[in-house]
């Protein structure tokens, strides 16, 4: 019976189709388009906000479009619901529905896990279930699939499970926590926006609110699926002894996050040292700190090392940085007239610090000439300090050409001792 009047469904939509009121709603739907764009296109503007899951790259690419197109239409299929048949409408609403989630969940989990290898296998699996589910809806076979799937139960503990629940409340956990990593992304990005001192401050504030939120996400899918939100006091105390043997250095890693963010001992933008590795901080997470050295290479250092090893951070009393370059001349240089003229060579480099200005000394008489060091500060370390200093090697290297001053290089005599007399014998 239920077979019958699925098909009788089918084939009535299909009659419907070919009805001269099929060609209005056509045209009712092409003005909901529209309208969807123009609305979109306004809200956007000239051109689309960097990462914006709303409106895309383009227009029609973001989760507006479809939002916007599944409520027109809607709209207008309650308006004509006394004056035309809806057959259109019925196919084109749980099409644009399901857009919605695949765009919605897509671009959600892009958005936030964008070095995903898995983001295009999950990508096709979420279109091929909303287009499946599309199709069940369509042909009126949704009603028999459910209802199969509901004989199929088994019981867990004292609560009797179906295939149904189980499917129902899966697909809700899943956009729950698709909603919540969308909301955190958001509010992360508004908070992260710009720059400043206290941007350790508000990535804390980032960091909490996700968490905050994925934890809140968790226990609505959690509910969703069936389960019992009170068997939690016994997954809390499981994960009390986890924490306690194998996960107390990933909980000391992300207590460890939470500690260099509160005190402001390494910034972002920092220029730092550890375990002989230098470069820039250029993102702090709750596990581990990201340090990008100057050939490009990236070190990802977790957080309990920052805490429990020395670090040399060279960005935080202020950003000034000092640079030796040193240079030896031949015995008999005039130094007392050179060493003016060097420092003024070095202060002409374009990095270089006026104030303080370059300073240069006599450091010692070594074997083949006398050393001289010429001390310099810049204030940009994060641009590289071996460019500068060959910069202020080169300018001394035309100083000394133009001085007549001579680089001296390792001599070494060799005296040649006279061969031993020998005494003949009688």
Sequence with gaps: MARSVNADELSNLLGALTQLSALEELAFLAGCFVLAWGVVRLLRGASAPVGSIWFGRRIVDGVLFPVLALAFAYAARLATAGT?????????????LSLVVIRLTVRVLSATFPQSRWMRLIEKTISWVAWFAVVLWVTGALPLVLEAM???????????????????????????????????????????????SDLSVRKIAANLVRVVLLFVGLLVAMSAVGIDLTALSVLGGALGVGLGFGLQKIAAN?????????????????MVKVDNFEGRVTDIRTRYTVIRSLNGREAIVPNEMLITQRVENSSLADRMVSINANVQVAYGTDVRSLIPKMEAAAARVPRVLQDPAPNCQLTQFAADGMDLSLGFWILDPENGQGNVRSDVHLALLDLLMAEGVQIPFPQRVLHQLPAPVTKESP
Excluded: C
Aim: glycine content about 12%.
């Design 254 to 270: 992300y207590v460890s996050g939470f500690v260099i963010l509160a005190e402001g001992s390494l910034r972002i933008g920092d």
């Design 150 to 196: 509901d004989e199929v139960s088994w019981k867990v503990g004292g609560a009797q499970i179906t295939l149904r629940n189980l499917v129902e409340g899966t697909i809700t956990a899943g956009l729950v926590m698709v909603l919540a990593l969308w909301v955190s992304a958001a509010i992360e990005r508004k908070l992260l926006h710009g720059s400043g």
């Design 84 to 96: 035309l048949e809806p057959a259109v409408f019925k196919l084109a609403i749980p099409i644009l």
